[in-house]
Structure formats: structure tokens, C-alpha cells
């Protein structure tokens, strides 16, 4: 158990508060099962000079999903204070994104869970992309079965989902420089939100289809064969799973997010 | 320890010359830089989405930044082509129609930011479906 220190950072003192789960260890995301990628920005960066551009973030859930980034121009940059006074990685909204392509689709079934610790620093583009996944066929990140797109669109508005051609939006965008834990999950029937702990409404039917995602674009989207959509944000932490984690993990993990000070 | 890529830098190249600008950056950025100029741009609004332009906005060293502008004369690229604008011309600057090439002062929380470069272009990005 760590000891609390006048001055110590809060993200440190947090760290008492973390769950405990069953054999002792403290929670995870690795904890639940069918975590297929975990990026955080407190570790696996290819840089740690705060304004350095990054070319690749590694995958912290052993599968080797690193998300990199070969042209200089477009690598996002390492902050060494962004959310929390936390790292970050910050995309500019103009052509930064980072990428990875997987050659068979690991997310396949009906259900998954995306978690994502990051705030807008400005608003650009409209429909601007934070997060997308694609589907093995390509095309587009929206209205195909088993692609799906985290967005900030015209109407201000955060986190449209697809499945199945389905859209789904959630409530309106907080603003720039707010910190947000962005959950959504789809338990089979239908698809579901949380922000910083709080329920969201989203506006849907239930989703259909399966997933089929190959590729996973940070800070942009739209199109497989044409990246754009770009976004302007701080990314701390983001993980995947294949499955609905289920609500005790749900709270776990946002017990376990409380590091970035949400 | 500080970060040597001190200079940022938003460059906006007509859709003409962006093959020629990628061919210098690719001098630059050996790993990648081929794909530089990529991220099109059309006149703000038009419904046809012609692609007028190309940009980027590249965090560089400084001799990456003067690599860049040599090799882009390398490829043509005349001193009366290609307007540096500063950060003091922030919110006063506006294009002529004439140059091929503008390159915007960037620098974080003081220089152009990617919304007033295009406000001062005329030019925004195509239309992205939802």
C-alpha cells in the first residue's frame, strides 16, 4: 500500500484507490478478458522529449497492435503535460494520425468495448475523427457493418457510432480542454455510453451485424483509402475489447482511469 | 531535454505542383515524406470538391525547414512563387490568388493555426460524410 506524502501528486495518492480484484493484483485493463490493444501515454511512446513527433505508440496488451506513423509531417507530437499535468499525444487537426493495419479482422463478434481517456484541444474539421476502426473491406468508417467511428461532428456532437449502417450519436461535445473517459459498449443488442462516468443517451435502434475490424486511426478517420477527417486532440489512454467487459469491469475501469484526474 | 523540432510550419501548395512537393520533401523526410503534401483542399464550400491545393503541418528542426525550402527550389519552385507569411501577419494576411505556394508560421499558441490559414485562403477541407 503506498504511503501518502504531503505534495505528492494526486495521480500518485490515487493510486491507492485502485480495485482490488480476485487473486490480489490490483485492476487492469488487462484484467477482463479479450483486451486485443492498450495504448497509454505513460509508457511504449517512441519519444519522451516533450514537442518531439511521435512514429510509433505501443501496444501495452501483448499483441503487438503498435500504432505508428512513417511520414514525419503527420506524427502527432509527445506532450509531457496534458490531461492530469500527464503525458499525452496531440494530433493537430491538419494530417497527423497514427495507424495500424492488422492482416485478419480481431474484433469479429457482436459485442465490444472502447474506452478512451482524451480531451479536444480545438475544434476543426467538421466530423472530425478522434478514433476510428475499420472494417476489412475498407471504405468508409461509417455506415458499414462492422466499422465504427468516435467523431466530433457539425452539430457539436461526440461519439457516433456505426454498425450495421446505424447511427448512433451521443450528447453534445463538453468543449476544448475538457478531459473525458468516452465508454461505449455493445452488449449484443444494443449499443450504450458512458462519459466521465455518467450515462449518455444515445439516439439509435439496436445494432445488427458483427464487427469486422482490422485497422485501427487515431485523431482521424473517414476513408480507408484516403485518410482524413483529422482531428485536434490530446490522447491519453485508449483500450479495446473484443467483448462487452460487463459492469463490474466498467467500474473498475473508471476507477482505474481516475489516474487522469477524471 | 529539449525538443530540437522547434519549428512549426503549415504549408499550403497548389494541387499543380504538390507531385513536385512531395518529390523535395521525400529529400527531407526520407522515411515518409512522399506522402507530405497529402490532405486536399478545395475552394471553401464548393459543393463540386475539385481539389485546388494540398497542405500539411509539419513540426520540423530548423534544418529540416531550410532543407525543405532548398529542395523545393530544386524542383522548381521560383522565390516569387511561394509566400512566407509570419506570425505578425496573423488575421491580416490574405491571399492574392498569385503565389504557388504559402508557408505559414505555425508555432504553437502563437503562430497561424490551421482554421486562420484556411480563413485566409479561401480554401477548407472537401466535405467528410458524418
Redesign the interface.
Known amino acids: 500500500m503506498p504511503v501518502l506524502l504531503p505534495g505528492q501528486p494526486i495521480s500518485s495518492r490515487r493510486s491507492v484507490l485502485q480495485p482490488i480484484v480476485a487473486g490480489g493484483g490490483a485492476w487492469t485493463p488487462a484484467t477482463p478478458t479479450g483486451l486485443v490493444a492498450w495504448y497509454k501515454a505513460d509508457a511504449g511512446t517512441s519519444t519522451t ?5 511521435i512514429s510509433q505508440w505501443d501496444d501495452q496488451s501483448g499483441n503487438a497492435r503498435h500504432l505508428t ?7 502527432p ?1 509527445y506532450k509531457a503535460s496534458t490531461i492530469n499535468s500527464m503525458p499525452g499525444v496531440r494530433t ?5 494520425f497514427l495507424n495500424h493495419t492488422a492482416g485478419a479482422a480481431f474484433v469479429t463478434g457482436t459485442t465490444l468495448t472502447v474506452a478512451m481517456v482524451y480531451r479536444r484541444v ?1 475544434a ?4 472530425a475523427r478522434a478514433l476510428a476502426l475499420f472494417r476489412s473491406a475498407g471504405g ?1 468508417d ?2 458499414h457493418a462492422g466499422s465504427m ?1 468516435l ?1 466530433q ?1 457539425l452539430q457539436d456532437r461526440e461519439a ?1 457510432d456505426r454498425a450495421a449502417a446505424l ?1 448512433r450519436q451521443g450528447p453534445g461535445h463538453p468543449g476544448n480542454g475538457v478531459a473525458m473517459l468516452t465508454l461505449l459498449w455493445w452488449d449484443g443488442t444494443n449499443a450504450n455510453q458512458r462519459y466521465n462516468s455518467a450515462a449518455a443517451t444515445i439516439a439509435s435502434a439496436a445494432s445488427t451485424g458483427t464487427w469486422d475490424v482490422t485497422r485501427i486511426v487515431l485523431g482521424a478517420g ?1 476513408s480507408a483509402a ?1 485518410i ?3 482531428g ?1 486532440y490530446d490522447f491519453c489512454e485508449l483500450m479495446i475489447w473484443d467483448n462487452d467487459i460487463g459492469s463490474t469491469h466498467r467500474t473498475n475501469l473508471e476507477t482505474y482511469t481516475d489516474r487522469w484526474g477524471l | 531535454m529539449a525538443t530540437a523540432h522547434t519549428v512549426r510550419l503549415i504549408i499550403v501548395m497548389r494541387q499543380g505542383f504538390a507531385a513536385k512537393a512531395n518529390t523535395a520533401a521525400k529529400l527531407v523526410d526520407t522515411v515518409g515524406g512522399e506522402f507530405t503534401f497529402g490532405p486536399p483542399l478545395r475552394l471553401a464550400g464548393d459543393a463540386t470538391n475539385t481539389i485546388r491545393a494540398r497542405w500539411c503541418s509539419w513540426q520540423m528542426t530548423p534544418a529540416q525547414a531550410t532543407a525543405l525550402r532548398t529542395r523545393l527550389k530544386d524542383q522548381g519552385l521560383l522565390d516569387g512563387e511561394v509566400v512566407i507569411v509570419p506570425r505578425s501577419q496573423r488575421g491580416t494576411w490574405v491571399f492574392d490568388g498569385q503565389a504557388r505556394a504559402a508557408i505559414f508560421d505555425a508555432r504553437e499558441n502563437e503562430g497561424w493555426t490551421p482554421a486562420e490559414v484556411l480563413e485566409a485562403t479561401g480554401l477548407d477541407t472537401p466535405h467528410t460524410n458524418q
Do not use: E, M
Open positions: 522529449v516533450d514537442g518531439d513527433p506513423q512513417a511520414t514525419g509531417s503527420k506524427q507530437l493537430d487537426g491538419v494530417d497527423d480545438a476543426s474539421a467538421n466530423f468508409n461509417y455506415n467511428a467523431n461532428s457516433v447511427t473517414d484516403a482524413g477527417a483529422f485536434n
